[in-house]
């Protein structure tokens, strides 16, 4: 994260009043900056975003890179409050808090897709920007009205993403491994399905080897990252339901002290 300040006044740029500057017109916007900044870590990952780098991308020199951005960490916080305003947003399947929540979860998941170097960059204490907002208050609306306390929502809200920030991540380790072995994993396992037998004892092991073999034959691989999203997100699902639907004592009136 970068100077909460600069970053702030960088975020809200266009809702802040407007400051004359001397000197000639700048030839780029920050808009252009950030949107070239994304291109390049979509095309190369987040290392490859380097003021130098980008500016070279740009066609400008690396010290005019920072009259637009004052440094790495504001521009990553830019770039991924623009990817926020600019995310897509599905109808959910039905009007039920449950069908709303997936919806959520679906979009986030899109967004770690499109963007895979999003993984890596650290929200634990996220630029409050308009992306960030609207997008906060997009997905509070899933949780609305279900009757959890503002707290509630939150957190419920806080685990829904958590869950598919991780599943996003396991994707990532999954393609990178992929990458690095240019294999893919049905390959790897068949390649290696002689030594893997030898090490493998039924007789030993017989729970995992009797689900390894079901699942691994199920899948294709030691892991699916489609399935293990699918699978979880019900479950995360099924445990919020839990808490939203469980029957809640009526209210009735209050008593005196001694009565």
């Known amino acids: 994260m970068g100077d909460p300040t600069r970053t702030l006044e960088l975020l ?20 252009a900056v950030v949107e070239a900044a994304v291109a390049l870590a979509d095309a190369e990952g987040l290392d490859a975003v380097t003021m130098r780098a980008l500016a070279g991308k740009l066609g400008i020199a690396p010290m005019a890179l920072y009259t637009y951005v004052p440094g790495r960490a504001e521009l990553i916080d830019v770039m ?9 947003r599905r109808k959910p399947k ?7 929540l997936e919806a959520v979860a679906h979009d986030n998941r899109a967004l770690f897709s499109r963007h895979p170097w999003l993984a890596d ?7 409050l920007g308009p992306g960030q907002m609207a997008k906060y208050e997009y997905e509070l609306q899933a ?3 279900v009757g959890l306390d503002d707290v509630a929502q939150d957190a419920a809200l806080t685990f829904v ?20 072995s240019q294999m893919s994993d049905g390959a790897w396992w068949e390649a290696n399905a ?25 899948h ?22 839990m808490l939203i639907e469980r029957p809640r004592a009526p209210r009735g009136p209050a008593r005196k002290r001694g009565i």
Do not use: N
């Not at 991924?80 to 897509?88: I, R």
């Not at 294709?220 to 445990?239: K, N, Q, V």
């Open 121 to 127: 960059v650290s929200t634990t204490r996220p630029p």
């Open 94 to 100: 039905a009007r039920d808090w449950r069908s709303r």
């Open 80 to 88: 991924l409050d623009t990817l926020y305003a600019g995310m897509a």
């Open 220 to 241: 294709g691989a030691a892991y699916d990252p489609d399935h293990a999203y699918a699978f979880g997100l019900e479950r995360i699902l099924d445990g919020l339901a």
């Open 143 to 145: 949780l609305e009205g």
């Open 12 to 31: 809200w740029r266009d809702s802040l009043p407007a400051q004359g500057k001397r000197g000639p017109k700048q030839a780029l916007t920050v808009t």
């Open 194 to 218: 002689s030594l893997l037998a030898r090490m493998s004892d039924p007789e030993r092991y017989p729970i995992a080897s009797r689900v390894g073999s079901a699942a691994g034959k199920a």
């Open 161 to 180: 993403l958590g869950f598919v920030e991780s599943s996003a991540r396991a994707a990532l380790d999954q393609r990178a491994a992929r990458l690095e």
